[in-house]
């Protein structure tokens, strides 16, 4: 069976989600991992549709179980993982598996999976842009935009050279038609 995979890692205020959505209404054949988390829901969100929450009792008695490809605490707390279950489940339907994940999740997922993922990095043009566009989003305090900013910086450092393709995040409009480009070819190709 073909089993490809699509990996979307940014640091907050690169504009992923924007991107993933443009490029998931594109292919019927590609589906969004939901994965789990422990963090509460925000806002409109729904079990089982943006994630799967649970407890961080829960989570933790899942991680002892091995259910989980892989997982990350990723603020304090907080833990993200993706579900083997959820593999099953896309794969089920023939579909190619479409992961919005932080920088590690992304590293580690590509490793697992090697040719048959496209991995994409995307990039704010630069720490102030993100730190204007954080501040526009209106969202966090001072303190919590001056965390995130070093956390950006922190994981671009990491990922340097540890993704398929870095999408800079310069113009939106630009960068859909990119990333739209990229994923094209990559479903294409016959790996
Ligand atoms: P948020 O709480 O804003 O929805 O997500 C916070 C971060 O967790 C984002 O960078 C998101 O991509 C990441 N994330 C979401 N799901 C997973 C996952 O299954 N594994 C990992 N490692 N990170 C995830």
Do not use: C
């Amino acid at each position: 069976m073909n089993r490809k995979v699509i990996i979307f890692s940014a640091p907050s205020g690169a504009g992923k989600s924007t991107i993933v959505n443009h490029i998931l209404s594109l292919h019927s054949e590609l589906e969004f991992s939901i994965s789990a988390t422990s963090r509460a829901p925000r806002g409109s969100e729904q079990n089982g549709k943006e994630y799967y929450f649970f407890s961080a009792d829960e989570f933790r008695q899942m991680i002892a179980g091995d259910k989980f490809i892989e997982h990350e605490e990723v603020y304090p707390g907080s833990f993200y993982g993706t579900l083997k279950s959820e593999l099953e489940r896309i794969w089920a339907k023939g579909h190619v598996i479409v992961f919005d994940i932080d920088v590690r999740g992304g590293v580690n997922l590509k490793r697992i999976f090697g040719d048959s993922a496209f991995s994409i990095f995307i990039k704010a043009p630069s720490v102030e842009v993100l730190r204007q566009r954080l501040v526009g989003r209106g969202t966090d305090s001072p303190e919590a935009i001056e965390k995130r900013v070093a956390k950006a910086a922190e994981e671009t450092a990491f990922a340097e050279g540890k993704f398929d393709y870095v999408l800079v995040n310069d113009d939106l409009d630009k960068a859909l038609k990119e990333a739209e480009t990229a994923v094209d070819k990559f479903l294409a190709a016959g790996n």
